[in-house]
């Protein structure tokens, strides 16, 4: 992922307004809206379905509150929006009073004089900062103790499996621990040829998922690297050893790799509801009914977590907005407010950040796509288990290093480097593109 820096942003910015000076985000002049005597709030989108649940959220605010405001939806192509908001937050006019913040985007804003609102004492003062699951509520858009931004999907990370092709090569699930995996890994390809998992290198996010579950991740409280501390070198090691022992291999294309699903060559997945649902009712239909899902295998038995978190969307206020206490009052509202939450599960099945909004029975139904298995009933229970992380300003640096310098050659080239020799040039590389870009 290429970093895009500030003074980058700002230079193409000032070519794009000598291009058009007539548009209307740069000069600070925002579409006269005929709303009578109310002030309008501008909210900022890249997509659509995300926006589904917060215009419903809008209609229940406004029956409830009755504001003295209207909100008007703007969405933008994913890039354009997230560059509009870094140039329009430096002109000091011209953009959103809300807007979503893809979880990979928030470190471009927080380099420097961060240009989003400190939404804790908020949260604090309504009493409800307990009441969420901040690894995926609140950690995403926190930087030095500040929350920036609120994220509603929960995001809980479990592993799906096809039980009919397990339960047919005699494996015994659920797995308890990650050693079983290995073992039955080992078994099964032996015995049918297929895979148990495949290895990614070209995205981090299974690294991610099972170093978050060891307590680790991409940096420290600090905001510096640790790609190479424990958990990130013991994932990676049992990464390369699956290609070595020849029971796993490396996640072929995308095309390939749905269609490998779909047709049962690997057997389990590892991810948020997006990744073990979305992804799979939409490129595996032919599975249907045949997944099981559980949480993820003990690294150590019976002790630590059996879960992470992986992916996600914030909601932010800036700090250029002329309604900042009427904008604030709506982000917390949403994300704090069983009903306007669960208009998201209704349309996307997305479990909320907001734990009292849990205990809904509709979250718990059975599944017919995961053979009626009561999924909700599982997230709620190892959710609370899901480890804090840290946020940086280096986010896209050190992902890339991560991938390109880590994660790539460990699978790629087993026989050339070893993990640990990979998550340590990992976190050189990233180290030194931090420096080079702070001197």
Not at 310 to 334: H, I, N, P, R, Y
Request: proline share 6%; hydrophobic share 35%.
């Amino acid at each position: 992922m290429e970093s895009v820096s500030r003074r980058a942003v700002l230079k193409a910015a000032g070519g794009l307004a000598a291009a058009s000076t007539g548009a209307w985000w740069l000069s600070g002049c925002a579409p006269a809206f005929n709303t009578g005597a109310k002030k309008t709030i501008n909210f900022w989108a890249f997509s659509d379905t995300r926006i589904f649940w917060q215009k419903k959220a809008w209609d229940l605010y406004k029956q409830l509150k009755k504001p003295d405001f209207e909100m008007n939806w703007l969405i933008f192509p994913y890039q354009q929006m997230h560059d509009k908001i870094l140039i329009t937050s430096q002109a000091g006019s011209g953009g959103p009073d809300i807007a979503d913040i893809e979880i990979g985007q928030f470190s471009r804003y927080i380099k420097g004089d961060t240009i989003f609102v400190d939404l804790k004492p908020k949260l604090e003062a309504m009493g409800v900062l307990d009441k969420l699951f901040k690894p995926s509520a609140t950690d995403p858009w926190t930087w030095k103790g500040k929350i920036y931004g609120m994220g509603n999907e929960l995001n809980t990370c479990l592993m799906a499996y096809r039980f009919d092709l397990l339960e047919k090569a005699n494996i015994k699930v659920p797995f308890e621990t990650w050693d079983d995996f290995i073992e039955a890994g080992k078994k099964y390809h032996q015995d049918t040829g297929k895979y148990l998992i495949e290895q990614p290198y070209s995205d981090a996010g299974y690294w991610w998922v099972m170093t978050l579950q060891q307590g680790g991740g991409y940096f420290g409280q600090s905001g510096q690297p640790t790609v190479n501390a424990a958990p990130a070198i013991k994932t990676a090691t049992y990464m390369q050893q699956a290609i070595k022992d020849g029971w796993s291999t490396p996640r072929p294309l995308s095309a390939s790799y749905n269609a490998q699903v779909d047709s049962g060559v690997f057997a389990t997945i590892l991810g948020p509801s997006w990744n073990f649902s979305g992804f799979t009712q939409e490129n595996a239909p032919h599975t249907k009914g045949k997944w099981h899902l559980q949480p993820l295998p003990y690294w150590t038995p019976g002790s630590g977590s059996r879960t992470a978190t992986w992916g996600g969307t914030g909601v932010s206020v800036l700090k250029t907005s002329q309604s900042v206490e009427e904008a604030m009052d709506f982000v917390t509202f949403e994300h704090t407010t069983p009903q306007a939450l669960l208009y998201d599960f209704d349309e996307r099945q997305v479990w909320p950040t907001f734990k009292p909004a849990l205990d809904d029975p509709r979250l718990s139904q059975p599944l017919e796509f995961f053979d009626n298995q009561k999924v909700g009933e599982l997230i709620k229970e190892v959710s609370p288990e899901i480890n804090t992380w840290y946020n940086s300003p280096y986010w896209p640096e050190t992902v890339d290093a991560t991938i390109r310098v880590g994660l790539s050659p460990t699978i790629l080239q087993p026989g050339t480097v070893t993990a640990e020799q990979a998550m340590n040039n990992a976190q050189h590389e990233a180290l030194s593109i931090i420096s080079f870009e702070t001197a």
